[in-house]
């Protein structure tokens, strides 16, 4: 008896169904107004299900700017380092236009960077955002690193891997970025980022 060829055609159309049913049951559960951004954004979720980016070969930060720039709900953010000030007056901007954002830092990294702003004589990316109504900051307490590079856009789209949001991580540097809209992945982030975010000891900044 000949081999079913089209077997790994049929797996293929199963696992689509069960992506677009899953996409579904959130998208259009009751009480949830679907405007056309919620279905541009999951025609880009479904676009992005895996991609793997390197540096200094592809510049990060562009990437990086035309992800956030989609966002229409929300952004969490855990970030290490943050000096790029082309990224902070994009969040600025995505911020205005009403999407809620929160930014999760590491202590010695923030501190660091408020030194050198002072030294240098202008603002911080972290002041640079303060003041506006939609952003949020929290500093994890000084005793372990919060090493994360990695941030949610509108609870479906995941990006994480090594580059810092620096000039040099995200042009110069050997580092890599990974988006992934995959459900898994997307849910341990989100549970990770709570727990964080939820801290006692964490300083809120703004």
């Not at 049913?21 to 541009?40: A, C, E, K, Q, W």
């Not at 700017?65 to 952004?75: F, Q």
């Amino acid at each position: 008896m000949p081999p079913a060829r089209g077997a790994p055609a049929r797996r293929l159309l199963l696992l689509l169904a069960a992506l677009a049913g899953t996409l579904l049951i959130y998208y259009f559960h009751p009480g949830r107004t679907v405007s056309l951004s919620d279905l541009n954004g999951v025609a880009e979720a479904a676009r992005a299900r895996d991609e793997q980016h390197f540096s200094p070969a592809e510049n990060l930060e562009q990437l990086d700017h035309e992800r956030l720039e989609r966002a229409r709900h929300t952004i969490d953010i855990a970030m290490y380092a943050f000096t790029d000030r082309y990224l902070a007056e994009e969040l600025v901007t995505i911020a205005r236009r009403g999407v809620r954002i929160r930014i999760y830092r590491d202590r010695q990294q923030y501190e660091e960077e408020q030194r050198n702003a002072r030294e240098r004589n202008r603002p911080s990316t972290s002041e640079m955002l303060r003041g506006e109504s939609n952003i949020q900051l929290r500093i994890k307490a000084a005793h372990e690193l919060m090493h994360l590079k990695a941030y949610l856009v509108d609870g479906r789209l995941l990006r994480d891997g090594s580059a810092n949001w620096s000039s040099s991580g995200l042009k110069r540097q050997d580092n890599n970025l990974h988006f992934t809209a995959d459900p898994a992945q997307v849910r341990v982030f989100q549970q990770e980022f709570e727990q964080m975010w939820n801290r006692p000891d964490n300083e809120k900044a703004q």
